[in-house]
């Protein structure tokens, strides 16, 4: 079966912080995405990842094929990165997402 | 439109009843998805578009649940005879072609259900 699971599930920082969010996957996703869910419920693609590493301003996404793990990392936080962070696995040729739980990020001032 | 959209964003009914949620995908995209988001869970796969043809449907839990495309581009999923346990946020994605395709599907904002 496919699964996908994150951590923390929830997480308080302080304006500033270097904030990491870790996503675990199995046998069979072939391509990882980050999420953002915002408190008004709306959801937005941040990155799709096979391999490597990308990077969106102060958001990076990184990924590790072998060990089956990605993580989401916001340098600088803000509060206005409150939101959140959900992973999600696809397999190959579909967009038949596969979402973990999310992790609620909460940014304090 | 610029974005998916989706009606009704609230809607309450009571056990029993039937509902239709409607979503409108972004002009062009081939794919369209129907997720459900129980509070506090991920979304949870419902069902896929591709075009008019339903690809897959093995996420609908039992024979209450129906979606069609028609034409290809709107789809409704239907929900009869309403349970409290259908209460969730009913969400649509949808994805452009696969040769414009970086990967990323558009949501929508989400149809919220309650069942009383």
Not at chain 1, 88 to 106: D, M, Q, V, W
Not at chain 2, 3 to 25: E, H, W
Not at chain 2, 41 to 68: M, V, W
Request: charged share 20%; net charge positive.
């Amino acid at each position: 079966k496919n699964e996908v699971e994150q951590s923390p599930q929830n997480l308080t920082a302080q304006e500033g912080e270097f904030i990491t969010i870790n996503c675990s996957y199995s046998v069979g996703i072939s391509a990882l995405h980050w999420l953002q869910q915002h408190p008004g419920g709306g959801i937005v693609s941040l990155f799709m990842l096979s391999s490597g590493k990308k990077k969106h301003g102060r958001l990076i996404a990184t990924i590790n094929i072998q060990e089956k793990h990605s993580s989401l990392h916001i340098t600088a936080s803000h509060p206005r990165d409150s939101a959140v962070y959900i992973c999600a696995g696809s397999t190959s040729g579909t967009y038949k997402y596969i979402f973990g739980t999310g992790t609620r990020l909460k940014v304090l001032a | 439109g610029a974005g998916v959209s989706q009606s009704p964003r609230y809607k309450v009914t009571k056990r029993g009843q039937d509902v239709a949620l409607r979503c409108d995908p972004i002009s062009g995209h081939v794919s369209l998805y129907w997720y459900r988001q129980a509070l506090g869970q991920g979304p949870e796969f419902l069902t896929y578009f591709n075009y008019e043809a339903q690809q897959d449907k093995s996420g609908l839990p039992n024979d209450r649940f129906s979606a069609e495309r028609p034409e290809g581009s709107i789809s409704t999923l239907t929900i009869q005879r309403t349970e409290q346990r259908d209460s969730a946020m009913y969400r649509c994605a949808s994805s452009p072609p696969s040769g414009d395709n970086t990967g990323e599907l558009f949501f929508g904002e989400g149809s919220r259900l309650t069942v009383l």
